[in-house]
């Protein structure tokens, strides 16, 4: 729970962020990090047009500068996009300065006012200065389908255990993710629609 949900010590150094939507509202929002690939983006699309869901893609600006046909879909298909950094830079190992740079050269390819730090981590600097641009998006609950230590049963496992009303749920469309999601996403679609979730987008 430690990693799956965020602590409130971290939600109370990014105040302003979204963390978690309206608790009195029976709904989710689902998003997706680091796409768009071709190796994990057109099943991710295809499985929520399946289930008739729209989810917000946080996009990092590198892989949608070489796949613009995805980001393309992506936007077509009626899905929200967010900033996720040109290449997926984390901003406690950069300047101020360059991280900025970073961020603008993205949403030049995305044209967004929504942003999600890579690694949910920014310097208090870049945070104020980003929050009076952007709305910025952290979560309520992280899937970890990354991670090499938990299969496709435990992720949705995560989904089942976590998930509350105004919950910003993370996958993340990437490789790490994507043979656990082939399992993991559409289980998780269905349990979330059998619990009468309705899916919003920022």
């Not at 729209?54 to 393309?72: D, M, Q, S, W």
């Not at 991280?99 to 967004?112: G, M, P, T």
Request: overall charge positive.
């Amino acid at each position: 729970m430690i990693i799956e949900q965020p602590s409130k010590w971290l939600r109370w150094i990014y105040p302003s962020a979204l963390w978690r939507m309206d608790a009195t509202e029976h709904s989710v929002y689902l998003t997706f990090d680091d796409g768009p690939i071709p190796e994990s983006t057109p099943f991710i699309l295809d499985t929520l047009r399946e289930f008739g869901i729209k989810a917000t893609f946080f996009v990092v600006g590198e892989n949608a500068e070489r796949y613009p046909e995805l980001l393309k879909r992506i936007k077509e298909e009626g899905h929200s996009v967010g900033n996720h950094t040109y290449n997926h830079m984390g901003s406690l190992r950069h300047y101020v300065k360059t991280y900025l740079k970073n961020v603008e050269r993205c949403n030049e390819l995305i044209q967004s006012d929504l942003f999600r730090p890579p690694h949910g981590w920014m310097w208090l600097s870049v945070y104020n200065i980003l929050n009076k641009r952007y709305k910025i998006v952290m979560w309520d609950l992280v899937t970890r389908d990354y991670s090499r230590l938990l299969n496709a049963f435990d992720v949705v496992r995560n989904v089942i255990l976590y998930t509350r009303n105004g919950s910003i749920i993370t996958f993340h469309d990437s490789l790490k993710s994507i043979e656990k999601l082939q399992y993991a996403l559409p289980a998780s679609l269905r349990y979330l629609k059998e619990k009468g979730y309705e899916f919003k987008t920022f």
